[in-house]
């Protein structure tokens, strides 16, 4: 089974940086996503790490440390379209095969001016 | 289509009743998922088709849950006898699926949703 950690609020300032961790507890490991959901809206694709190390696409990088059972979402240059929730999300390998996602809580992220 | 598309929108029943929640996944996508989305909660997996293959029900929180998907596209999400507690957005997402493993292949795009709610 998986267990994923993160935190429920945060709050920014527009032009800052903030970062969201996950932390996670997994009994099989192939990868770990970030999805961005704006209220009322569906989960959209952010980001996909399955190696340690950081992958950045413009204002968005994320981090994985594997032995450490930790990601990080960092989001720069913040703009108020931002505010919304971040959902980190583990893929299983199980035998099964079905690439399962178990989805962490989610960390509302506010933006204010 | 564009993307993954789910209906109705927004559901609205009395406790009792059965619902039909229904997703059409990206053209070509073989794997479809359900999940429900809890208010302050993650996302919990319901259940998950991939072609032909028999489906993985192991997330169905009990037996009044189903689900079938025809033709390898179009799948139902059924519940019956809903109770409050059923209330959730139940979200859908496909995958491709394929064999041919990349970045893209590999990651779930997500329908708007269906926001059910039992009186």
């Known amino acids: 089974g998986q267990n994923i950690d993160q935190p429920t609020e945060m709050t920014a300032t527009e032009g800052a940086i903030v970062q969201i961790n996950c932390t996670y507890q997994?009994?099989?490991?192939?990868?770990l996503f970030w999805y961005q959901q704006h209220a009322g809206e569906a989960p959209t694709f952010l980001s996909y790490?399955?190696?340690?190390g950081l992958e950045e696409k413009g204002r968005f990088s994320s981090f994985l440390s594997r032995s450490k059972g930790y990601s990080y979402l960092l989001l720069k240059e913040l703009q108020m379209k931002d505010s919304a929730s971040y959902l980190c999300?583990?893929?299983?390998?199980?035998?099964?095969?079905?690439?399962?996602?178990?989805f962490g809580k989610g960390t509302k992220l506010s933006v204010i001016p | 289509g564009a993307g993954v598309s789910q209906s109705p929108s927004n559901k609205v029943t009395e406790k009792g009743k059965d619902v039909e929640l229904r997703c059409d996944p990206i053209?070509?996508?073989?794997?479809l998922y359900w999940y429900r989305q809890s208010l302050g909660q993650g996302l919990e997996f319901l259940i998950y088709?991939?072609?032909?293959?028999?489906?993985?029900k192991s997330g169905l929180p009990s037996d009044r849950f189903s689900a079938e998907r025809t033709g390898g596209s179009v799948s139902t999400l059924t519940i019956q006898r809903t109770q409050q507690e059923d209330s959730a957005v139940y979200l859908c997402?496909?995958?491709?699926?394929?064999?041919?493993?990349?970045?893209?292949?590999?990651?779930?795009?997500f329908g708007p949703g269906t926001r059910l709610t039992v009186l």
């Open positions: 790490n399955v190696l340690d």
């Open positions: 053209s070509g996508h073989t794997a």
């Open positions: 088709f991939q072609g032909n293959s028999a489906p993985d």
């Open positions: 997402a496909s995958r491709y699926g394929g064999l041919e493993v990349t970045l893209s292949t590999d990651t779930q795009y």
């Open positions: 997994t009994s099989g490991f192939n990868g």
């Open positions: 999300a583990v893929r299983d390998n199980s035998g099964a095969g079905s690439y399962q996602l178990t």
